[in-house]
């Protein structure tokens, strides 16, 4: 991809293309030359943002990686930086067509006999961690699930609070000493797994919520729904619910949604109501001791030689930056490629960063029935937005913009790359299971924590999330690798950043090999070989989406 000159300064994502990427700080003056052909920089471009190629006239069209992006305001020089003030979004219109599309699978042999090993369910999908789960079924319950964290990760080894406890002890004895504050340095924290009881459980997770009551019984329908979704997730192996009793969200009708979405479900499940029990005091004390018991029971549970088309990877991207559509979006596009080839399934989501290329995703769908589906599921979501006087238009966060997306059509060109060139094979509604091997469309918002929560409750057992300025988002029960767009990120943020595609903008490293490298990385995540920063952080992020506007 980068072919360009000069110690690879700028690069071009398309043939099509009238803009050029700038990789490094480009001086007002400068002259580049690519393809045979030199601009001159009328003003400083920072590297990730663009300059234009071409002179332009009010209202002509821009064109990044093959699509259309938007459309200038002004008239603007050939060798100036893209602006908000000189462009604005636009995209292409979209709708059904009957299209010839074929796919060129990536070569996969040297992949054909690897395994991963994960723990085996009965139903017959692999985890790739080995979780219990507290489920509340309404909020009034967040408060004892507190208290049963802070006594479980504190007494079983899964806190990772304790260097701050340490720190803040020395503090306090510095301070209650006279001796400088500055002194005082953190400690270094314990080794994975150093200090656990139960060593087969990677984690015990709790999934506080402020729904379940209150709001509308379809937030509460489709909360049930969630909360089922992540009770049946592979890398879940147990479950304790804690409910009030009088909420909207009858334990009921969260069973219900369970058996429904599995019939044959048979994990050890626990279930507290508080408006049974003699005392809250009881509720907890229960709750931890037959949690106890299922987790020495889920503990005999040992990882196994599993296929690699027995993973399911979300690919998400948060904190975008001007490189995301270069370098770590492409990247996890080839990694999906090769895990579709080989059988797996790959969940692109975020619907709201996929304006621009609808066009593309529709052509890639297998069936007509999910190409409409997908177009009734955008449309309508857009719809909802503009109601309430926004759009998907308004999607650019203003880091996003800072760093080089100035349309959302730009920020979800580059965004949908992480899906690579695959068919569609399916196209999912909010909560709905990916059940067919291939790219599985999931309609979720861009917010980073409502789309992973999302993607998790359709199976995903590994998420790649991709990020230019850097984000500690993590999901309770599927491991969220963070894939960095640039070096300079996976420097500054190393305690949170997995992967660096900086060797991409570089030169030293092509998409392909990048994306190797990653799945390379998959595969021991996979097996517990290696432990995502999100997941030695506990950062168990969860949102459910109540069906709003959210972009």
């Not at 967040?142 to 304790?162: C, F, P, Q, T």
Request: aromatic share 6%; with cysteine.
């Amino acid at each position: 991809m980068l072919q360009n000159q000069e110690k690879q300064l700028v690069v071009k994502m398309h043939p099509n293309d009238n803009v050029l990427v700038a990789l490094t700080d480009l001086e007002k003056g400068k002259n580049i030359v690519f393809d045979n052909e030199t601009f001159v920089m009328q003003e400083t471009i920072k590297a990730k943002h663009k300059f234009y190629t071409t002179n332009l006239k009010t209202g002509d069209e821009v064109t990044m990686y093959g699509v259309l992006v938007g459309k200038v305001v002004c008239d603007v020089l050939k060798g100036s930086l893209m602006t908000t003030t000189n462009l604005k979004h636009a995209a292409e219109p979209y709708g059904y067509r009957q299209v010839d599309f074929t796919w060129q699978a990536p070569d996969v042999s040297k992949y054909k006999d690897k395994t991963f090993n994960g723990y085996h369910r009965k139903e017959g999908r692999v985890g790739t961690a080995n979780y219990w789960l507290f489920v509340p079924t309404v909020f009034c319950e967040n408060r004892n699930l507190d208290v049963i964290k802070e006594a479980l990760h504190n007494e079983l080894g899964y806190s990772v609070s304790d260097k701050y406890t340490q720190y803040t002890h020395q503090l306090l004895e510095a301070y209650t000493q006279g001796t400088n504050l500055e002194d005082v340095t953190i400690p270094l924290a314990p080794t994975a797994n150093s200090n656990r009881v139960f060593k087969n459980v990677d984690g015990i997770k709790f999934l506080n919520h402020q729904g379940g009551c209150g709001g509308t019984r379809q937030d509460s329908a489709t909360l049930s729904a969630l909360l089922a979704s992540y009770a049946n997730h592979p890398n879940v192996a147990g479950i304790t619910v804690l409910s009030l009793g009088c909420q909207h969200l009858q334990v009921q009708n969260f069973m219900e949604d369970v058996k429904k979405q599995n019939p044959e479900f048979d994990k050890p499940l626990l279930i507290f109501e508080q408006q049974q029990a003699q005392s809250e005091e009881q509720l907890v004390a229960d709750a931890i001791k037959k949690t106890f018991e299922g987790l020495v029971q889920i503990n005999k549970e040992e990882r196994k030689p599993a296929p690699l088309s027995e993973l399911c990877i979300g690919v998400k991207c948060g904190a975008s930056d001007g490189f995301s559509g270069v370098s770590a979006n492409p990247a996890v596009g080839y990694t999906s490629d090769l895990l579709v080839a080989l059988g797996g399934k790959v969940l692109l989501a975020e619907f709201p960063e996929l304006c621009g290329v609808e066009q593309n995703i529709i052509d890639r769908c297998q069936t007509q029935e999910s190409a409409e589906k997908f177009i009734d599921l955008m449309q309508s979501y857009d719809d909802l937005a503009h109601k309430v006087g926004s759009g998907f238009h308004m999607n650019p966060s203003p880091g996003n913009i800072k760093d080089g997306l100035i349309t959302d059509a730009i920020k979800s060109a580059g965004a949908a790359k992480k899906g690579g060139t695959a068919p569609v094979v399916d196209v999912l509604d909010y909560t709905e299971p990916a059940t067919k091997p291939g790219l599985n469309m999931v309609c979720t918002p861009g917010n980073d924590v409502e789309a992973t929560t999302g993607q998790a409750a359709s199976g995903a057992n590994l998420i790649l999330f991709t990020t230019g300025l850097g984000t500690p988002t993590g999901n309770p029960v599927c491991p969220v690798i963070k894939v960095a767009t640039n070096s300079v990120l996976a420097k500054k943020m190393s305690d949170i950043i997995d992967i660096d595609c900086g060797p991409v903008i570089s030169g030293e490293k092509t998409i392909e090999e990048m994306g190797e490298a990653i799945l390379d990385y998959c595969i021991k995540a996979a097996s517990g070989e290696i432990i995502p920063k999100a997941v030695l952080l506990n950062q168990d992020d969860f949102i459910p989406w109540k069906r709003g506007v959210s972009l």
